[in-house]
């Protein structure tokens, strides 16, 4: 029998991810409410946004409102916990560095089982990755970080692209999904460590967004 | 036969949060088109995204196009009504508070409709009620006002709590509902008098919105 | 046989879309990712965000991912491009045009084919047309420009009447999407060379975006 390491990790990583969502809401002053929010939207966003782009019904929480709940209870726990979360930075660095991982892969299997090719397969496990935090930028009014700097998204497309080269290649369904966590995890602490970065294009002409 | 009360509110309801949408929009000084454009999605959009969310198609608007034209005439009609508009203040803020309640029963018949349990019956009548306003907010450049003061998903949430427990016992449905607008709508002025407001959460720790 | 002008103008428009968002990032200076993002964004997302709305799956680029590269690619050749850019101006400014233009009728062809009535249809072309820019400017952090100045939703609106009158009176499908198409451009061309604006409403009363 194939046991399937994702989905304890999936539930770690959401957790993780409301959590640091909740601490972003602090920086920003939010409500409890404006906290819960942020933490579900970050935590569940990315996989939503997947699926009503695919039009892959019912979404995730929706079929398990249990995701949703947890996600609630680890924000608004947050507010409790706020004193210790500094001298959890590295455990989160790296809880969100696996959630970067296992967030592609599932992504990437969603996009798989609806029939979709390499681009799709890409992009999907590339969204469900990252739009979170995309989603939870936008709510806090602000440029999402992922478009201004940081490997993060291009850690999910290579991890993403060593899942579907792991398949290609036939190898065993969870060796691959652990190996791909582990790569993964390993790029996205390495990238951090590094401070590597995607270069920036800066361009100075015109002033109109609609016209060079 | 019973008559649902619910109908004729929510044209109120839509009308009045298209008019208090342009004056958001005149605020800062949107153009014509950016008034409709601000009237329609903070009236439809909350219904919007809860039939995304949930798979619900066709769309409100889409299947009752009127809809939309009641919205964009309410919003361009506020411009020429713009002199009248602060001696109006209360009227407003009542008309609010309906909609809000109103909006959330709405949300929750659908959810329900749909076969969902508890939580997404809440969820879509809070999305329902309140994610007009978040989008109208978004459009506007500012961090959403729902998720930085004020009792308002919170009632809300109470409301259909009670709409939830009065179809538990039972209750006939159209005495349900009134009973259920009557309540949320005296909670929301309550607390818009008392100035209830959920509490905060201010963190002060990292500067990294990925981590702690 | 009856050839289609607009499948090679619309591969034109997303790829003059996707390199003028380019600039857009340019000039936020966002990183190589983030350009690739707002070019596919501004270029297919007017498109997906009208399919997600009428519940049109699969949406254009998932069916045809090479929509998607050409996006993407287009984007990130604007890099290496950036220093003729600015000379440039003139032509980048038709093809934006020709895009309205080409969206428009492209949006209101998929409405039609879903059965749908005037008002859906001219909604669907304006937010194939248009939605693409907004959701530009929100990832830029910005107030969306086409709330705020210019004649362009205004275009739109007026192409996708223009191309609903030409079907009513029987008007020979490619004769009427090529005079479309040049209706469209010309008036948008015009509008900008005349500096033609929507008016804007300006409101000083009250602070509170729910209230007056």
Do not use: N
Request: hydrophobic content about 55%; overall charge positive.
């Amino acid at each position: 029998m194939s046991i399937d390491p994702l989905g304890a990790a999936y539930l770690v990583a959401i957790t993780a991810e409301a959590m640091t969502a909740a601490l972003a809401a602090g920086r920003r002053r939010l409500d409890w409410f404006g906290v819960a929010v942020l933490g579900c939207v970050t935590a569940l966003g990315g996989g939503s946004l997947r699926d009503v782009l695919l039009g892959h019904y019912p979404l995730s929480w929706v079929r398990r409102p249990e995701y949703l709940l947890l996600t609630v209870g680890a924000a608004l726990a947050t507010i409790a916990l706020a004193r210790a979360m500094p001298r959890l930075r590295t455990a989160f660095l790296v809880l969100d560095a696996l959630g970067l991982a296992v967030f592609t892969i599932i992504g990437c299997r969603v996009a798989l089982a609806l029939g979709h090719g390499t681009t799709i397969v890409l992009v999907s496990g590339l969204v469900t990755g990252c739009a979170g935090g995309v989603l939870r930028d936008l709510l806090c009014g602000e440029v999402p970080l992922l478009l201004r700097r940081e490997l993060y998204a291009t850690v999910s497309l290579l991890a993403g692209g060593l899942y579907l080269l792991g398949r290609a290649l036939g190898l065993q369904e969870t060796a691959l999904t652990l190996a791909t966590m582990a790569a993964g995890l390993a790029l996205r602490l390495l990238a951090l460590h590094r401070e590597w970065h995607v270069p920036t294009f800066a361009y100075g002409g015109g002033k109109d967004d609609a016209a060079p």
